[in-house]
């Protein structure tokens, strides 16, 4: 690795999945705002919409990840135009 470009202030972060709840520890320099208390010791928290333990690749489940009613608003544009067609 080139030297000088990577940073420095590499530490211990937990990362929240907000889909299912599950975190992990990784060292990061990710900025947070946020922490949790985990065993006495208080962590930086990132907070995760998706992550491998949720993601319908990974768990071979299909799951509908929708933050904010995308997927309602294709879908009610979809079925208008379906309606149209059968007219």
């Known amino acids: ?5 990577h940073p420095e202030s590499y530490r211990p ?3 929240k ?3 299912n709840g599950e975190i992990f520890f990784s060292r ?3 900025a947070t705002k946020e922490t949790i208390e985990i065993d006495g010791v208080t962590y930086p928290l990132f907070k995760l919409e998706i992550s491998s333990s949720s ?3 990974y768990t071979g489940k299909t799951k509908l990840v929708d933050t904010a009613g ?3 608003k ?3 544009r ?3 135009r379906m309606d149209n067609r059968k007219k």
């Open 1 to 5: 690795m080139k030297k000088g470009i």
């Open 13 to 15: 972060v937990v990362f």
């Open 17 to 19: 999945d907000m889909s």
């Open 28 to 30: 990061s320099t990710a």
């Open 55 to 57: 993601h319908p690749f």
């Open 70 to 72: 995308r997927v309602d």
């Open 74 to 76: 294709f879908m009610s």
């Open 78 to 80: 979809y079925q208008k």
